[in-house]
């Protein structure tokens, strides 16, 4: 048995930081009655993003995983992030992809995102336009979240 030096054991790190995520909820202009959750948590070179929607008139429905989608910047190519889809949906997979190269490309940073989004009850069925303004309101958004978290020392 080892000499104990006041510290507990914990499992799988949780000893090395508290983080919380932040979550944050969405109204789309164009769309008043649904709304865009985000779950984002931060780490010192990475983050995790989950997104899904809402509608008021949908109540608490159960909403399919979407898909999980890494990406990372590429050194030698920073314009073009690397990507790899880990879990895929077809309805979602665009939508996530495009949004993971994205963030990655802005925050310079490896990122996990998880994406259920779907817009077919939005007042448009979903247009491009829809579709633009929900992708614009979440990066804008993530961006903002990511810049306000003081970089961690190390």
């Known amino acids: 048995m080892a000499a ?12 090395a930081s508290k983080i919380k995520p932040i979550e944050v909820a969405i109204s789309l202009p164009s769309n008043p009655g649904t709304r865009l959750h985000l779950h984002l948590t931060t780490h010192a070179t990475s983050f995790m ?22 990406a990372m910047p590429d050194r030698y190519n920073p314009s073009q992030p690397l990507s790899t889809p880990l879990y895929t949906l077809p309805s979602t997979l665009d939508f996530a992809t495009r949004l993971a190269k994205l963030l990655a490309r802005r925050t310079k940073m490896a990122c996990y995102v998880g ?8 007042i448009g069925g979903g ?3 829809e579709e633009m303004e929900a992708f614009r309101a979440v990066v804008d958004t993530v961006i903002a979240e990511i810049g306000k978290i003081e970089p961690q020392p190390g």
């Open 4 to 15: 104990t030096d006041g510290s507990s054991a914990v499992a799988n790190g949780d000893h």
């Open 127 to 129: 247009t491009v336009e």
């Open 115 to 122: 994406s259920s989004v779907n817009l077919s009850d939005a």
């Open 49 to 70: 993003l989950f997104l899904t929607t809402a509608s008021i008139e949908g109540g608490n429905g159960l909403a399919s995983m979407g898909s999980l989608v890494y």
